[in-house]
């Protein structure tokens, strides 16, 4: 009897993931390293790739090419273009918050983005939008950064994004020590799965053919990054259906 029941939920449940697989997608982006001033070049338009506005604007996406400063702001229109060519959406929105030099607990009371990040929470329960997954983009830290601290104010981000934003899948990015390449991080990066926290791609481990000097990416290694965050997507929604499996969640929640 219980196995009858498990078919009648799964089955819908696979009829609700081909339903959904052209759909829109809402990705919040945390983001180290951006550049306001590249979000206001006029470069091509990216098809069905568009930047949602603090206030809730939304615009076509343009990748800013030639810039080594806006190396950051790309990887978010090329993982959107990526997504959407790889036929996982017909359009990706994204949410970016961040700027240049920020430091991690900018984002907290205090901070020079709490404003922003404020703003965004107010968007986000206006217009009713629950993010897909929320991307924490490292980037090239100070070399006097601690890694310990730095783990534990991202953490603290990460809780109070959530307590005002709906997202479904968090994935955590490495930052990499500015200067330095192929670094090895002391702690492993383990994310809790309860909580649907999982990590993501680590920018150390993009040598030198991938650099545009110490602190940026090269056109190679924009790409090479994004198509990285898409395999942690496609990975990592894999990996939350088997542990709702597991945890007998899956049937049950």
Known sequence: MLSGVKIFLVIPL?????????????ILVMQEG??????EVAHEKVQGVYLLGLNG?????????????CAADNISVLLGQKIVQAGIAERVFFMTLGASGE?????????????????????????????????????????????????GEVRRVVKSVSLGMAVEKWIIGRNGKCGEKNTTHATSG????????????????????????????????????????????QSVDIASVKYQKESLLYYFK
């Open 57 to 69: 604007q939304e615009t076509p996406a343009r990748l800013s090419t030639g810039r080594a400063d």
């Open 190 to 233: 383990k994310w809790e799965a309860l909580l649907n926290r999982f990590p993501g791609p680590d920018v150390a481990q993009l040598d030198e053919k991938y650099r545009s000097g110490n602190c940026s990416l090269n056109e190679l290694g924009q790409n090479t990054l994004a198509q990285l965050w898409l395999s942690k997507i």
């Open 34 to 39: 951006g550049t306001a001033a590249c979000r």
């Open 14 to 26: 696979l009829l609700f993931s081909v339903s959904t697989s052209a759909r829109d997608l809402h």
């Open 103 to 151: 430091r991690v607990d900018d984002w907290l009371t205090g901070g020079v983005l709490y404003k922003d990040l404020q703003l965004a929470m107010k968007t986000a329960k206006l217009r009713n939008i629950k993010f897909n997954y929320a991307l924490w983009q490292g980037w090239f830290a100070d070399n006097q950064l601690l890694e310990s601290k730095y783990e």
